[in-house]
């Protein structure tokens, strides 16, 4: 079974800073997704961004870049000139390809303060 | 906005009873999926639908049973309800197996 371990539970700085969320998973399979989403106060799951274990280019989308490691299994997320509405609940995700059969595997989530 | 709907936002109701989660995909999505938030589980997989049928499983109780429908619509009824089923229940769609889910707003489910 896949494992998905955020190590730190909350972190916070301040607005324009750039901030390094930690994720690391524990798979046997060689094909899969990793994301990042993203829960605001209001709940929501929110899409940030997807990497694809084949790809070795680090999936980047504006601010938001990863930094993924396939061979130490590593996923970080890194926020540049954070903004106030970037304060949220981040968590890491795995997606093992099975045809057919997909599910996201979460990981216990990082609190993101941003400060003004 | 995802396009994924959900309803109820919220529900309120006492041990034992049954309720039913209702949700709409995105247009042209054929999977469904349903997840728990719970403060104690965090966000678990309970069941996934593709095109009407079941694909996958999860952690889910047998008191929990899940359909979709031919419109795509999903629904996921809980019965004999516990305090400990209290907890936020999002639903997401993709279009298909290998992509990305989108996530519907939650329905709050609190048992008294």
């Known amino acids: 079974a896949q494992t998905v371990t955020q190590s730190q539970p909350e972190m916070s700085v301040q607005e324009a800073e750039t901030v390094t969320l930690s994720c690391t998973y524990d798979?046997?399979?060689?094909?899969?997704?990793l994301f990042w989403y993203k829960q605001p106060p209001s709940r929501q799951m929110i899409l940030v961004i997807r990497?694809?274990?084949?790809?070795?280019q680090n999936a980047t989308e504006n601010r938001f870049s990863v930094n993924f490691q396939k061979a130490a299994k590593s996923f970080s997320l890194k926020i540049s000139d954070s903004q106030l509405g970037d304060t949220a609940m981040y968590f890491c995700?795995?997606?093992?390809?099975?045809?057919?059969?997909?599910?996201?595997?979460f990981g216990q989530g990082t609190r993101l303060t941003i400060n003004p | 906005d995802s396009g994924v709907t959900q309803t109820p936002k919220h529900l309120i109701t006492a041990t034992g009873q049954r309720v039913t989660l209702r949700c709409s995909p995105r247009?042209?999505?054929?999977?469904v999926y349903w997840y728990q938030q719970s403060l104690d589980q965090g966000l678990q997989f309970l069941i996934q639908?593709?095109?009407?049928?079941?694909?996958a499983k999860g952690n889910i109780l047998e008191r929990f049973s899940a359909q979709q429908f031919p419109d795509l619509h999903s629904e996921l009824n809980l019965s004999s309800l516990e305090l400990g089923d209290s907890a936020l229940y999002f639903c997401?769609?993709?279009?298909?197996?290998?992509?990305?889910?989108?996530f519907g707003p939650g329905t709050r489910l609190t048992v008294l």
């Open positions: 798979t046997s399979e060689s094909n899969y997704y």
């Open positions: 990497q694809e274990a084949y790809k070795q």
């Open positions: 997401a769609s993709s279009v298909e197996w290998e992509s990305e889910q989108f």
């Open positions: 639908y593709y095109n009407g049928e079941e694909r």
């Open positions: 247009s042209g999505d054929l999977s």
């Open positions: 995700a795995f997606m093992k390809l099975n045809q057919g059969a997909q599910k996201l595997v």
